[in-house]
């Protein structure tokens, strides 16, 4: 695993930290052990955890912001929504740490092992919360809280939109990580994104190296505050989306 992030990582353009890549194989470690007594995930495989839990995570790092030229997550604040096992938000915080992260999940079970990873990697400024993203969005800590957005969680772009641009501060984006056969998806949410603050950026196609997959990060600028009543019920959000 190890030599597969570190060959993945530099054909990526990525240089990590001084200890990263241990970190990350550890990281493994946990989730794979954890496996065996929780569903966090399908792929068990040591080198598919690599390729397409990791790497494709990692991606994320390669997004320049188009206002500044530069990665979009150095030095920021960042809220990953549904993070799940801790996907993308945990690799990208092992990689960039300065990056200030917090993590969302409904299942309390999962949280309670994310923060007891952020113990085992001591990954400083972490924060892990459980709660329904569409709640939280609306709290005064969480709402127009945060320079960046991220999802990995498997929902159509308009839901995710609404579950999550709330949480983005006006100038600060909503990068949500979905297949390279979204764009009618995506371009069918133009109208919720515009509801929402939001603007839509360039679509950003990326090659997982050794994976022979292209996956695509689809960037939202928050460019107004998102108007209150949004985001809706979890009932509502499904039944209705904008």
């Given at each position: 695993?190890?030599?597969?992030?570190?060959?993945?990582?530099?054909?990526m353009?990525?240089?990590?930290?001084?200890?990263?890549?241990?970190?990350?194989?550890?990281?493994?470690?946990?989730?794979?052990?954890?496996?065996?007594?929780?569903?966090?995930?399908?792929?068990?495989?040591?080198?598919?955890?690599?390729?397409?839990?990791?790497?494709?995570s990692?991606?994320?790092?390669?997004?320049?912001?188009?206002?500044t030229?530069?990665?979009?997550?150095?030095?920021?604040?960042a809220?990953?929504?549904?993070?799940?096992?801790?996907?993308?938000?945990?690799?990208?915080?092992i990689?960039?740490?300065?990056?200030?992260?917090?993590?969302?999940?409904?299942?309390?079970?999962?949280?309670?092992?994310?923060e007891?990873?952020?113990?085992?990697?001591?990954?400083?400024?972490?924060r892990?919360f459980?709660?329904?993203?569409?709640?939280l969005?609306?709290?005064?800590?969480?709402r127009?809280g945060?320079?960046?957005?991220v999802?990995?969680?498997?929902?159509?772009?308009?839901?995710?939109?609404?579950?999550c641009?709330?949480?983005?501060?006006?100038?600060?984006?909503?990068?949500?990580?979905?297949?390279?056969?979204?764009?009618?998806?995506?371009?069918?949410?133009?109208?919720?994104?515009?509801?929402l603050?939001?603007?839509?950026?360039?679509?950003?196609?990326?090659?997982?190296?050794?994976a022979?997959?292209?996956?695509?990060?689809?960037?939202?600028?928050k460019?107004?505050?998102?108007?209150?009543?949004?985001?809706?019920?979890?009932?509502?959000?499904?039944?209705?989306?904008?």
């Amino acid at each position: 695993m190890k030599d597969i992030l570190i060959g993945g990582l530099k054909e990526m353009g990525l240089t990590p930290p001084e200890g990263a890549v241990d970190k990350l194989c550890q990281y493994a470690q946990l989730l794979l052990e954890q496996n065996q007594v929780m569903n966090l995930t399908a792929i068990t495989d040591p080198t598919d955890v690599a390729r397409l839990h990791f790497l494709d995570s990692a991606a994320i790092l390669t997004w320049q912001d188009p206002k500044t030229g530069r990665s979009g997550l150095q030095g920021k604040s960042a809220v990953d929504v549904g993070t799940g096992a801790g996907f993308p938000g945990m690799v990208l915080k092992i990689l960039e740490p300065s990056l200030s992260l917090t993590l969302v999940d409904s299942l309390g079970k999962r949280v309670t092992w994310l923060e007891k990873v952020c113990e085992e990697l001591s990954l400083d400024g972490v924060r892990c919360f459980h709660g329904r993203a569409e709640e939280l969005a609306l709290e005064k800590d969480f709402r127009d809280g945060f320079d960046v957005a991220v999802s990995r969680a498997v929902a159509s772009f308009p839901l995710l939109c609404e579950l999550c641009l709330p949480y983005v501060r006006p100038g600060g984006v909503f990068l949500a990580m979905k297949s390279v056969e979204s764009t009618a998806e995506t371009d069918g949410g133009a109208e919720a994104v515009k509801r929402l603050g939001g603007k839509a950026l360039p679509y950003f196609d990326y090659p997982i190296p050794g994976a022979d997959v292209t996956h695509r990060l689809v960037p939202v600028e928050k460019v107004a505050p998102t108007p209150k009543g949004l985001p809706r019920s979890w009932g509502k959000i499904k039944k209705t989306p904008l």
